[in-house]
């Protein structure tokens, strides 16, 4: 399954999942990261590996 994922902002680290039911855990997401567990339509997902604490949407 092709990740469908919606940008707020070029530079957001974080996108939305578009696809229809969401996306399996295992799906590869544009530059890389790997889904750990299953992501429901409509939520978030980092687009980077983030640490702990890191704030997320828009890098300045």
Do not use: W
């Amino acid at each position: 399954m092709t990740p469908i994922v919606i940008r707020m902002h070029e530079r957001d680290n974080v996108a939305i999942v578009a696809n229809d039911g969401g996306l399996p855990a295992g799906t590869v997401l544009p530059g890389g990261p790997t889904l750990v567990e299953k992501v429901p339509q409509g939520h978030k997902v980092a687009l980077v590996d983030l640490a702990e604490g890191a704030r997320c949407g828009a890098t300045t």
